[in-house]
C-alpha cells in the first residue's frame, strides 16, 4: 500500500474536514494517507517547494499571515505570488478552492492543476482528488473482493445458526 502526504492549505477547519473526508475516500484501501495542515502562507511556500508530498490543496480565501502581530488574511494576489513560488519549485499536483470565479482563474493561470468553486459538490471534489492522484476508480467487487471469503463464511455460518 502507497503513502501519500497531503499538504492542507486553510485556516478553516469546517472546509477542511470535508477535504480530508474526499482524500481518504479516494485512496480508501489503495494507499495509507498522511495530512500536514498549515493555514499560514509562508508556510505553503516553504512546504509546498520542499519534496515529499503527492498533493497540495490549497484554500485561497482562508490563508492568514503570523508576520504581524495578529493573525489577518493575506491578500488575494500574495496568494497567486505564493503558488507561482511553488510552482518554480516543484510540480506537484496542486489543487486550489476559491469562493470566486475571478479568483479560481488566476489560479489556473498561476499553475494549478485544479480550481474549484467554493461551495464545492462532493462526489466532484472526489473525482478531481482521484484525477490529480491518478487513483482508480474502487468498485465494490474491488472493495469487498478482500473480504469475499471471509464473508462467504460468515454467511454460511449465519445460517447454520438459523437452521
Known sequence: MDNINV???????????PIEAAV??????????????????SEFVRLGASDGFGLIILVA???VSSNKRHDSLIPFEEVVSAVLAVRRERSTPLMAIS???ENKHALLAAGVECAMK??????????EIRQ?????????ENASGQWGQAGMWLRLLRRLKSA
Not at 24 to 41: K, S
Not at 132 to 140: D, G, V
Request: net charge negative; with cysteine; aromatic share 8%.
Open 7 to 17: 499538504l492542507l492549505v486553510n485556516g478553516d477547519r469546517g472546509i477542511n474536514r
Open 24 to 41: 481518504l475516500d479516494v485512496c480508501y484501501n489503495q494507499a495509507l494517507v498522511h495530512f500536514t495542515r498549515t493555514a499560514e502562507l
Open 61 to 63: 480565501d482562508h490563508l
Open 99 to 101: 469562493a470566486s470565479d
Open 118 to 127: 467554493f461551495p464545492f459538490n462532493r462526489e466532484l471534489l472526489r473525482s
Open 132 to 140: 490529480l492522484l491518478k487513483m482508480p476508480e474502487l468498485n465494490s
